[in-house]
């Protein structure tokens, strides 16, 4: 086991950032043929907007798991976590697109009242805002600017985006449904490898 | 007492002839018989989608919650030997094979609006008979006030009821005038073909004014009672589904504007469109007179 991580390890120091951007859009260009040559089935927009949207989920949790596989696997990723960050950023940019062109048709007096009025878009446009800030300081120039230490507290931003994302997918459903909640799942256990569990005192006070 | 609603449009008018007289204008020419209180003629265009579509977008939440789940699995119910029972305030209780419930019903193909509280809608050519017709051969009571349906419960081929996605079985309800009235029917084909499973094969309801999950399908008891029925998505959440669930693009379900809609088949671009009160069918606003729809929803 540890020799295969030590394979990926020594593999992944020598492929480029650029070839895991490359290979993280082809999956949205693959949707985009699909959409216009009709190979989304009946419902193309609806399929359009869940694809990207879950795609989204899935390149958070990715980024997520980045850091714990590192720790307890000893298998580094690091070198690829942005691209993986500002990729999710991208799909969640197209679902959110989807469902302003091809789902909504620009009814923009309709759009305000849901942002408003259904909770689960509320929460789904309200991870997007969150993700803004991260995505535009997600460069170099930036984190010198900022500071490593201000920089990785701003980033923390990520946690409750994942569970906004995760929240906002199964308030989509009208039935508890498996898969959101399997996300949900992965999601919190994630974010839970990174509590800092205060050491237990060794004395008790007094003695 | 079938043939009480019409339209002028067969699926044979799919033609790229894009403007029909809407069938409320051969309404209102009929008006001065009796049959129909006259409404305003309009223009419109009334398009089906095609067989394909209304087979393979579906919610059957007995073979699985996706759209295409029931497509890919309710291929293995059988619907030779249905049986229906009808049951409660009807002089001729029993259950009845679905060819002698239908044997004297008057066939017709029905050109309907088919609005999913989804915010999506398809045009849809069914072929059925006259609810109406079939509780007046049961023999209604008098006292009954709502007529309760149920769908079959089949785990064998039925993955959805396997994995209690809902409590099963679905059910749904009217009122008794809403079940009487013209426009209600039980539908049994799409386009001249028999229903496909997917579809509530063999035979199903209905109704095309109320959302699509009223209109519930593959039914097997028809219960008449003097109240008003248990219905499925109501028992489920009844804050965002109420009894009557009439399309109203005034009163919004909590999870979807009902203001518009986006039509199965429509272009990318251009797919949403309006919705109409009751769906289009202003005729069966009277049933509702004196009623606060915001609150009766």
């Not at chain 1, 593999?11 to 895991?20: D, S």
């Not at chain 1, 999956?27 to 089935?41: D, H, N, R, W, Y």
């Not at chain 2, 064998?156 to 209600?184: C, K, S």
């Not at chain 2, 088949?265 to 069966?284: H, I, K």
Request: contains cysteine; aromatic residues 12%.
């Amino acid at each position: 086991m540890s020799k295969f991580i030590d394979r990926i390890n020594q593999l992944a120091r020598k492929v480029p950032t650029w070839v895991v951007y490359l290979l993280l859009t082809l999956p949205v260009a693959l949707l985009l043929f699909q959409l216009v040559s009709g190979g989304l089935g009946v419902d193309p927009a609806k399929r359009f907007e869940h694809e990207t949207g879950e795609l989204s989920l899935k390149l958070i949790v990715l980024g997520l798991a980045i850091t714990p596989l590192r720790k307890f696997l000893k298998l580094n990723l690091f070198k690829f976590r942005r691209a993986v960050g500002v990729m999710s950023f991208v799909y969640v940019s197209v679902h959110l697109f989807a469902w302003v062109l091809i789902d909504m048709n620009l009814r923009w007096a309709q759009m305000y009242e849901d942002i408003w009025k259904r909770p689960y878009i509320t929460i789904g446009m309200f991870a997007f805002v969150l993700m803004i800030p991260l995505a535009v300081t997600s460069n170099n120039l930036s984190l010198r600017k900022m500071g490593a230490a201000t920089w990785r507290k701003l980033h923390k931003l990520v946690y409750p985006i994942a569970v906004l994302g995760g929240v906002h997918y199964i308030m989509v459903q009208k039935v508890w449904e498996t898969e959101p909640m399997v996300y949900l799942a992965v999601i919190l256990a994630l974010l839970a490898t990174r509590i800092k569990w205060a050491p237990k005192a060794r004395t008790a006070p007094g003695v | 007492m079938a043939f009480r609603w019409k339209n002028n449009l067969t699926h044979a008018d799919v033609t790229p002839e894009p403007i029909w007289l809407n069938r409320r204008a051969v309404l209102a020419g009929m008006a001065g018989a009796g049959a129909l209180g006259g409404s305003v003629a309009a223009q419109e265009s009334l398009e089906p989608n095609t067989w394909e579509e209304i087979t393979s977008y579906n919610n059957f939440y007995e073979f699985g919650t996706g759209k295409s789940d029931p497509s890919d699995n309710a291929g293995d119910m059988v619907t030779d030997g249905w049986e229906i029972t009808i049951d409660g305030m009807v002089d001729n209780p029993g259950t009845f094979s679905l060819t002698d419930l239908t044997a004297d019903m008057t066939m017709e193909e029905r050109l309907y609006r088919f609005r999913c509280v989804e915010a999506w809608s398809m045009v849809i050519p069914w072929n059925g008979f006259e609810l109406a017709d079939l509780l007046n051969k049961a023999g209604v009571q008098s006292g009954a006030t709502h007529v309760a349906f149920e769908t079959a419960v089949l785990p064998d081929v039925m993955p959805g009821v396997r994995q209690r996605v809902i409590d099963f079985p679905y059910v749904e309800g009217l009122r008794l005038d809403e079940a009487m009235h013209p426009l209600t029917i039980m539908a049994t084909g799409v386009y001249d073909r028999p229903l496909a499973n997917q579809s509530g094969a063999p035979i199903r309801l209905v109704v095309p004014w109320k959302y699509g999950f009223k209109s519930i399908k593959s039914i097997v008891r028809i219960t008449l009672t003097d109240e008003q029925p248990k219905t499925s998505w109501n028992d489920i959440n009844a804050r965002e589904y109420g009894f009557y669930s009439n399309v109203n693009p005034e009163v919004d379900h909590p999870r979807w504007s009902q203001a518009s809609e986006r039509v199965i088949g429509g272009g990318l671009f251009s797919a949403r469109q309006d919705t109409l009160m009751f769906n289009g069918y202003p005729e069966v606003a009277s049933l509702y007179d004196g009623m606060d729809l915001s609150i009766e929803f």
